[in-house]
């Protein structure tokens, strides 16, 4: 079955970085986009970006592009998201998804379990 | 950007009732729109894709429809583990973006 397994909750200071890790298991890594979502306690949900592990090809979010990184690796199965500069409202869970259907009618129909960080001084 | 403004933001039920949720586009998206249902610490799950089209796995209790700016989610026959919170999202162009949510309360 699908999988996505994310790495472990991060405490930063502001100004640091954080590096989430997203490791896919049961398909075929390189045949979907990767995306980045995140969720501050208690609000909803906003996309931060996508990558098509494919060709690169990324999609930012405006209000984050230049503090964020987005990569994969193929012969891990796994993709990264790097933000930098943090601030203490990038305190949230940080989700990675699948995203199928990127052609036809994109949707995010895998999740992986969320990675908390905190930027606190 | 779009913005997406679903209603109401919280409503409560009862096991066996008929719950709709309505999600407004502030631009057509055509049925370029999923629903997705988040459990209180678990990671959002997919339910509808392309308006309404249920994805696999998802019990035929729910049902989405609409086209253009208006939509909407129902449930029919409300169950347990039902309760929790919706989200609309938009796909028809970046930035994606989500719907505030609508929590369904006992």
């Known amino acids: ?121 | 950007d779009i913005q997406m403004t679903q209603s109401p933001s919280s409503l409560s039920a009862s096991v066996g009732d008929r719950v709709t949720i309505t999600c407004r586009a502030s631009q057509s998206l055509t049925t370029y729109l999923n629903w997705y249902q988040q459990q209180p610490g678990k990671a959002p799950k997919l339910l509808i894709y392309a308006a309404s089209s249920l994805q696999t796995g998802v019990p035929s209790r729910f049902s989405g429809s609409g086209s253009g700016t208006d939509f909407s989610l129902t449930i029919t026959s409300l169950q347990p583990e039902d309760f929790a919170t919706y989200f609309c999202q938009q796909s028809i162009t970046t930035p994606l973006t989500f719907g505030g949510g609508t929590k369904v309360e006992i």
């Not at chain 1, 390189?30 to 090809?57: D, F």
């Open chain 1, 1 to 121: 079955q699908v999988q996505l397994v994310q790495s472990g909750a991060e405490v930063k200071k502001p100004g640091a970085s954080v590096k989430v890790s997203c490791k896919a298991s049961g398909y075929t890594f390189t045949t979907y986009a990767i995306a980045w979502v995140r969720q501050a306690p208690g609000q909803g949900l906003e996309w931060l970006g996508s990558i098509s592990v494919y060709n690169g090809h990324t999609k930012f979010a405006q209000k984050l592009q230049g503090r964020l990184s987005m990569t994969t690796d193929t012969s891990a199965s796994t993709a990264y998201m790097e933000l930098r500069s943090l601030r203490s409202d990038d305190t949230a869970v940080y989700y990675c998804a699948r995203e199928a259907g990127s052609l036809t009618y994109p949707r995010f129909d895998n999740w992986g379990q969320g990675t908390l960080v905190t930027v606190s001084s």
